[in-house]
């Protein structure tokens, strides 16, 4: 049986801020190895999903339902991987960004935007926003480190003789 979701959520009036800066979470929607983007609204790029904090949700809730809404995509929503401020002409965001492991992949979602599947190196290649290639170069670094840490050798803890 399909999950139920609510309706898409439209206009800002349980937006969160901080001063001035809208606070703005996103996510990395990622699945063995490839990473999900959408068609950005306003140009051609491919971006990841994010969208405007709500004041009824945690920041994990509102990256995970802007990845449904906007990218069509389920998971679990996994640690944080950078925050930025992003300054725009007409707007200032601060915008915390998470990795999401991908459960579920919709055929039918709120937003219906142009989506893509690439490799995490093809992803940064394509984006041209800093501040979601930094959340890609913060999440490729946190999986050479778990890569590191699991092919070294054993400690020697004891002298040998």
């Known amino acids: 049986m ?7 959520r439209e206009g800002r009036e349980k937006q969160r801020w901080d001063g001035d800066l809208r606070l703005v979470t996103g996510c990395l929607p990622v699945h063995s190895g490839r990473v999900y983007m959408i068609k950005s609204r306003k140009k051609a790029d491919w971006v990841l999903p994010k969208g405007g904090w709500e004041s009824d949700e945690t920041a994990q809730e509102c990256a995970r339902r802007e990845a449904y809404e906007e990218a069509g995509v389920e998971g679990e929503i996994g640690e944080l991987l950078y925050e930025s401020e992003v300054i725009k002409k007409k707007s200032q965001s601060r915008v915390t960004w998470f990795v999401m492991n991908v459960t579920r992949v919709l055929d039918e979602w709120p937003e219906m935007r142009p989506r893509c599947v690439l490799s995490l190196e ?3 290649a394509t984006c041209n926003r800093p501040e979601m290639i930094a959340a890609m170069r913060s999440y490729q670094s946190k999986l050479a480190a778990a890569a590191t840490i699991a092919t070294a050798p054993p400690s020697q803890s004891e002298p040998q003789a």
């Open 2 to 8: 399909a999950e139920e979701h609510p309706p898409a």
């Open 122 to 124: 093809e992803a940064m």
